[in-house]
């Protein structure tokens, strides 16, 4: 079993910062990418960082130089550095695991935290 659980969200003011995290436990091996993925109401859930096998990290184009994504391997977390906060990031934040194992095939979702950029 594999279980992710974000927290970190929360009501922040225009130009504020937030960090983000995503805690995995179970079945945590064979990771072949990692990232973060925002849905608002009547919007698709769309990409916005992702760490793929290598390391390598992308980004979403309205989000370049204003977030970061980055890992802790040895404690099975992923992180989100969300700075500069607009209103129109306003969404709630999924963490999502690619995992390509024998035995933990799948990708994998939390449960979503909310971000609200409001003044």
Same mark, same amino acid.
């Given at each position: 079993?594999v279980?992710?659980?974000?927290?970190?969200?929360?009501?922040v003011? /225009?130009?504020?910062?937030?960090?983000?995290s $995503?805690a995995?436990s179970?079945s945590i091996?064979?990771i072949?990418?990692?990232?973060?993925?925002?849905q608002s /109401?009547?919007? #698709? !859930?769309?990409? *916005?960082?992702?760490?793929?096998?290598?390391?390598?990290? *992308?980004?979403?184009? &309205? +989000?370049?130089?204003?977030?970061?994504?980055? !890992?802790?391997n040895?404690?099975?977390?992923?992180?989100?550095q +969300?700075?500069s906060?607009?209103? #129109? &990031?306003t969404?709630?934040y999924? $963490?999502?695991?690619r995992?390509?194992?024998?035995s933990?095939?799948?990708d994998?979702?939390?449960?979503g935290?909310? *971000?609200? +950029?409001?003044?």
């Open positions: 079993q279980q992710l659980v974000e927290s970190g969200g929360g009501l003011q /225009p130009g504020g910062s937030l960090r983000l $995503c995995a179970g091996f064979s072949n990418a990692m990232g973060w993925y925002r /109401p009547g919007k #698709e !859930r769309e990409l *916005v960082a992702s760490i793929i096998s290598g390391g390598r990290t *992308v980004y979403a184009d &309205d +989000v370049k130089g204003r977030f970061t994504i980055s !890992r802790d040895a404690k099975n977390m992923l992180y989100l +969300v700075n906060l607009k209103p #129109e &990031d969404a709630v999924y $963490c999502s695991f995992l390509r194992g024998y933990n095939y799948g994998y979702w939390g449960q935290t909310q *971000v609200t +950029v409001s003044s």
